[in-house]
């Protein structure tokens, strides 16, 4: 049963428990089922179960107690679907007796083999000792990997690993390697207890950051700092485990959680992360008024009022108001809460919705320079009227700007001047018609815009519409027909680099700015453009800057690793980032002004950055660079994809993805220096880019050799 | 509208309808879409358009004519979804008129340029002339093809070229060179004409086999001979252009399709082509009736029963029933006699059924001697209830055979022999008890065949599983604990090839083949099993014997080719085939006999095999070769994927794909050559092979490089 029918956060999410072996899975599936919860995850074992000895001949030897029969009682896409496996928790690969070490490892693979055998989606593995202290683990884990095409791994990952105490079922043997931890493994800020981050990055760099193995997030008592949490948003996390002993009761005896962890669950709900809880029930609930009165916790919490408007159609019904025999489980209560802390999340914009199938899917940059784009590609860009909004806003004021000028020089007027006597079709306030050139015209938006803030100015225009597309300009010779500017705008096919303008241009308007601000040739185009730009006259955008962050981003990552070559190596992808984790704030790399009045012009560009890590944060694992861009369309009307600064309701770009051929790990405190450039040819523009701290990296994309923006 | 709502051959049918050009786009489709039409196939501008001439500067030129607006009255996905677009007939890149080539050039790039702008799914283009005869046409098809991501270009080809007319709009410059077509063409037997096929091949050689490249039938009322009309099966067919002129009219003036068409649109049909209808309406239907009368047409035909009941839940009324405003349309009739030919269709068998999302679709082939199989794999074998029917019957027969012998041999029996006084469990008729081992027996199903042949032949049996996978053989535990049969199978978890038998078998039955009989190592585990086979033990299967067979299938070789390496062209595919044409009859390869009494014992084999084309069937391209296998599991109980004597409804085994890198044209009348190696070294076996003819070409997988079958 899903916790909730939202379709605002994608996928319904669901809820899993943890669960002692049993004989009888499909009975133990329907009774946690009826209960609310959508999967078990079972012991693939008896808890007493070993492996044979090594000496036993293999000739004829019967398959030892593995041996059990409730794989027959239920068919494949059952096991897929409804039972992840668990791993015995005495399994230690890394113990100092040999035998143990042996058998452990024996145990392991034969687990391993059984649960992909039965074809399962996942099996959860117990936790790894001390950072560093489980190589013989981590190589089982990765010879198995290997062999699995589609069963996935969850590493059981403690938030923070006690140094204490042994964490989960590590017995004494572990407790002395933990303490011995490396000097470099440093306790997470204001937890007494080791970064439980580290242990997996261990893990999972040993096993070659690969994609089957995820992390299990073991969620105790204490949770660590909440910036330090952050960094789990770009890992694999594929589930929270949740023990009912972290359950706290409210007033009327019934489990919530506190505020810190609420808040913990919400953001991985967010990011499409399963929860399941762990222990037997712990909490005296009054057993009548159960399935009545689950959820109200803490004092923060109020119920949502309209709970069963979020119930889609065909839906489940949901805790508040359910009947069923699985009511009476003591289990219930905790998956109520869960279904009350997944249906309080506020409700996703409209925006973020339609965007939610582009989140974490790699995209090549338009290279609309060389391309001609697709009429769909111009409908959906032309949806964004945000970002047409924020033209207008800028031609409007240059316009009035314009207007308070040339009234502030001319003076009292002699109207009898001939000067003044123009044959302009509609001569504004000041005389002559602005001439307006948008280059780079499109199907014609910013043309539209244009004519709407000379009509809110009072100000006559005369326009010059310059796209390069001939199809395109079908377009517009329809928009002027059906608008009636055919007599104000003048229509030119051709490549504004090239067109030999017949009159000065008081305002240019362009939108060529990509995801990354100058990356679509913007700089080199308005270079050509600006031949016949008047002097004094404005460019409208005026300038705009790229920034850069360092990022973790599994994912992207491995996507990018799965085209197997250099290439997708050194290309920068168009992205909606989701599952992600900046290492450190933003921080401006590249800014363009136009018109540009350097002599000689020189769009080349060079910069380093640092982007230092505040130790309370932990380590992190860097796995490329996020960009944006601030642009400034006009004065103060601004237009940005810069997180701090984004315009709002603007969905035109994604940010950008530099990726790094290999994941590098940052140390707590430690910094990250990155080395850009922009380089420019007779015919081509690309970005270079290499890692200088922590430690130094390959210059990728040398030479433009495998991504390019073509002149 | 659809044809006919019928699940059975996949996606519904679709039929498009040719209109003459239209401002008007939307209303258009509209008025044929009331008729039942899906899409039409509109024109790109209108018949006088020509591009400007190249005089004209490019500095603020208009745009030409191209000039249209109803682009703003239909949106993307309109345009995508209901219109092909259909190039100007007049077009000649290969005209010896210098400007004029230079003109169809530059209106054939202008149209197929505005048309991608547009979003099409496809466009029309004219036929190219008689083959060899248009290289400048094929040369900016290819440059075009290189620009295009989804628009596929769909080129008409006559099935027939007219020797002594012009074929559709080209002109009578390209008479003379259709007539001096070089003397490799063939006229298509028995018919006065040019082959199709032939300028079809021409142009999409020369554009690389480019997958955005299909054709476009053109049905004239004359057809070429059915086996010629097959190599179109193998090849990316996207649309039968079907003139009204071809049609025929009935006795109450229907039209209606000589019975050569109706079978050529019924194969289409089953290969998932569209038919377009082209030519106005010449067929004079008696108007009232024009409803409830069509579809009863050539006296071989009579309308489906139950009509009604091929109707799904929700689907659209059809024709017979239908009375929509459409139906007065004048095409009608022919969109009604469509959706008769389309209902008629026999209904398609529950296996073919299953297996209609296989079709096409590459497989590796499985490794189960390195891997072991997972649960759903046996799961899914164990399904094949036909496949252990025909093995219970082979060991049925071997025990019969045997009681015969024995009681043959034996004489009339003395009881008081103590050789008699076997302490077997349940002394058969024949007194011993017969052991049977079943070598490789994963979850159990060959177990099971044998207990139950042993039941009906009244033999006692003596029974070792012997299987290396022990996830497997916790499921034949479970069987024989549920079937008690304890006492009389004894389980073995090992490598037949290693294990040491406590005694003789007299028979040994094993299921380890592959597509192509020997490629999952069959030869190798039996020769390694027969060890412990008593003298004059029986194996089941006896032998087995693999066939070979030339293919064109464009779909498969361009799956191929995406890989963009050399080791999936060196790959042999499990593919159910569907989309395919055998130039040849399969002819066979190599043979295993078990047990195998050579000395020393080689299983390596080479053979090269002659296929020849009859001359009538035309010209044809050779993608790589089919392969399949008959096997005799004992005497005349045959199991076989081999289509002259395939198993009843048995679905285990796909055919296997050998790829060819290149695709080679093989000439009417001419022969192809294959020569293969099935090699062996100590670890590994593989296959390798090579062309001979028509041409000689490189031997493919040397040294098993790319592929290998692990030992």
Redesign the interface.
């Known amino acids: 049963m899903v916790l909730g029918k939202r379709s605002d956060y994608g996928d319904a999410k669901y809820a899993g428990v943890q669960v002692p072996f049993s004989d009888d899975i499909p009975k133990t599936v329907e009774s946690y089922g009826l209960c609310g919860f959508d999967f078990v995850v079972a012991p693939l074992v008896r808890d007493s179960w070993r492996p044979p000895a090594p000496a036993v001949p293999?000739?004829?030897?019967?398959?030892s107690p593995?041996?059990?029969?409730d794989?027959?009682y239920i068919?494949?896409s059952q096991?897929?679907n409804q039972v992840v496996g668990a791993v015995s928790e005495w399994i230690q690969p890394d113990a100092a007796d040999p035998a143990e070490r042996q058998r452990s490892t024996a145990a392991l693979k034969?687990q391993l083999?059984?649960a992909?055998?039965?074809?399962l989606q996942a099996v959860v593995l117990p936790p790894p000792h001390a950072p560093g202290r489980c190589p013989n683990y981590a190589g089982v884990l990765n010879q198995a990997l290997q062999?699995l095409t589609h069963m996935a791994l969850w590493l059981t990952v403690p938030l923070i690993i006690p140094t204490s105490g042994a964490t989960g079922g590590v017995p004494d043997g572990a407790d002395t390697a933990a303490a011995a931890a490396p000097a470099a493994v440093s306790p997470v800020a204001g937890v007494g207890g080791l970064d439980g981050w580290e242990a997996w990055h261990q893990v999972r760099a040993q096993c070659d950051h690969h994609n089957l193995l995820g992390a299990a997030l073991l969620v105790g008592p204490a949770l660590p700092s909440p910036s330090s949490l952050r960094r789990w948003a770009g890992e694999p996390v594929k589930a929270l485990l949740l023990p009912t002993a972290v359950f706290t009761a409210n007033k009327r005896g019934y489990p919530v959680l506190p505020k810190g962890h609420q808040e913990l669950l919400a953001a991985f709900f967010k990011l499409g992360v399963q929860v399941v809880i762990t222990g037997g029930a712990c909490h005296a609930v009054p057993a009548p008024a159960a399935a009545a009165a689950a959820g109200p916790g803490s004092k923060q919490v109020t119920p949502a009022p309209a709970a069963a408007a979020a119930v889609g159609p065909g839906g489940e019904p949901l805790g508040f108001t359910v009947t069923d025999p699985g009511e009476s489980h003591p289990l219930r209560p905790y998956w109520e809460y869960l279904c009350f802390l997944f249906r309080r999340l506020e409700v996703v914009g409209e925006q973020e919705r339609q965007e939610a199938s582009y989140r974490d899917y790699l995209q090549v940059p338009l290279q609309p320079l060389q391309?001609?784009l697709?009429?769909?590609t111009y409908?959906t860009f032309e949806k964004d009227t945000q970002k047409y909004t924020l033209y207008e806003e800028a031609v409007f004021r240059a316009l009035k700007d314009r207007q308070a000028a040339e009234a502030a020089a001319a003076g009292p007027r002699d109207p009898l001047d001939p000067a003044y006597a123009t044959d302009a079709p509609k001569p504004s306030t000041s005389g002559r018609p602005v001439v307006l050139m948008v280059v780079g015209a499109g199907r014609g938006p910013l043309v539209r815009a244009s004519m709407r803030a000379a009509a809110r100015a009072g100000a006559a225009l005369r326009v010059y519409a310059v796209e390069k597309?001939?199809?395109?300009?079908?377009?517009i010779?329809?928009?002027l027909?059906?608008e009636g500017w055919t007599e104000h705008v003048t229509?030119?096919?051709?490549d504004m680099r090239?067109?030999?303008a017949p009159e000065p241009a008081d305002i240019l308007v362009s939108e060529l700015l990509g995801s990354f601000g100058d990356n679509e040739l913007s700089p080199e185009c308005l270079d050509g453009a600006q031949r016949f730009l008047a002097p004094g006259g404005i460019s409208i955008p005026q300038s705009y800057t790229s920034f850069l962050a360092p990022v973790t981003t599994h994912k992207l990552h491995h996507d990018v690793k799965a085209y197997k070559d250099l290439e997708h190596f050194e290309t920068p992808y168009v992205v909606r980032l989701h599952r992600h984790y900046l290492l450190a704030p933003t921080q401006p790399l590249f800014t363009f002004v136009h018109p540009n009045t350097d002599a000689p012009i020189d769009n080349a560009r060079y910069d380093s950055l640092v982007f230092k890590r505040d130790p309370a944060d932990g380590a992190a694992v860097l796995h490329g660079f996020a960009g944006y861009f601030e642009c400034v369309l006009y004065k103060n009307v601004l237009l940005s994809i810069h997180p701090p600064t984004h315009s709002e309701n603007m969905f035109s770009w994604f940010p950008i993805f530099f990726p790094m051929r290999e994941p590098v790990y940052v140390p707590a405190g430690g910094e990250v220096g990155v080395q850009v450039w922009r380089c420019c040819a007779s015919h081509k523009v690309w970005y270079e880019w290499a890692l200088s701290a922590p430690v130094a990296g390959p210059i990728h994309n040398v030479n433009g050799r495998s991504y390019w923006v073509g002149l």
């Open positions: 293999e000739n004829g030897s019967l398959p593995l041996n059990r029969s794989c027959l068919n494949s096991w897929a034969a083999g059984w992909a055998h039965l074809g062999g391309d001609n697709e009429s769909q409908e597309n001939p199809n395109a300009v079908v377009h010779q329809h928009m027909r059906t229509l030119v096919s051709a090239h067109w030999q």
